[in-house]
Structure formats: structure tokens, C-alpha cells
């Protein structure tokens, strides 16, 4: 299983990315997904995530700014980033719960190999 992130780049304050992650591979089905974002200096949090069956959550900092969505047929996720801050600048990761085989009830984690968004004026 593979999952490949796009869309990072640099933008001004209070501009609009939007991240997208395609999971490819042996895939039977998809739990979560989510997207992660690490700052230098910074642990790893969580910014996002979405169950399978649509059902959202959000950190504080981003809520009413960044929207998460999910495609099944596809297995892609998205992150839309409105109104972005300096403090958004991080390595935004994708992380999926996969289970790769219908003969095996075995859910695993993946990521994605993080794109950078830098928020700067």
C-alpha cells in the first residue's frame, strides 16, 4: 500500500491550499483517514480526520477554517485550508487505517510521505 500526498506549497496569510492523498495498492477497505502535521520543533498532532462513514473531527486551531473529505470509490482524502495562518507552516501527513484483505479482519496504519506547507507573507 502506497499513499501519496500533493498540493503543499507556500501561500500568503489568509490564503487557500488544498491537500489531497491517494492510497493505491491491495486495498479491501479503508477505516479513517486523517491528516498529521509536524512543525520544526514541534511534535506531531493530529489536524483532521474522517471515519468511514463521514463522521468529522477537528483540532481547535483549525475549526470553521480547514474541511476534510474523503472519496471511497477512490480512496483519496482531502484537506481544504482556508484563511491559513503563519502558525499553519508544518509537514501535513496523510494516515490511512487500511485493511488490505477481505479473507483477513486486520486493520493497519499508513502514511503518506508528508507534503510542506509554508504560510508566509
Known amino acids: 500500500v502506497q499513499l501519496q500526498a500533493s498540493g503543499g506549497g507556500l501561500v500568503q496569510p489568509g490564503g487557500s491550499l488544498r491537500l489531497s492523498c491517494a492510497a493505491s495498492?491491495?486495498?479491501?477497505?479503508?477505516?479513517?483517514m486523517g491528516w498529521y502535521r509536524q512543525a520544526p520543533g514541534k511534535q506531531r498532532e493530529l489536524v483532521a480526520d474522517?471515519?468511514?462513514?463521514?463522521?468529522?473531527n477537528y483540532v481547535d486551531s483549525v475549526k470553521g477554517r480547514f474541511t476534510i473529505s474523503r472519496d471511497n470509490a477512490k480512496n483519496t482524502v482531502s484537506l481544504q485550508m482556508n484563511s491559513l495562518k503563519v502558525e499553519d507552516t508544518a509537514v501535513y501527513y496523510c494516515?490511512?487505517?487500511?485493511?488490505?484483505?477481505?479473507?483477513?479482519?486486520?486493520?493497519?496504519?499508513?502514511w503518506g510521505q508528508g507534503t510542506l506547507v509554508t504560510v508566509s507573507s
Open positions: 474522517i471515519t468511514s462513514s463521514g463522521s468529522t
Open positions: 495498492g491491495t486495498i479491501f477497505s479503508i477505516n479513517d
Open positions: 494516515k490511512c487505517n487500511i485493511r488490505r484483505w477481505a479473507w483477513l479482519i486486520k486493520y493497519s496504519d499508513y
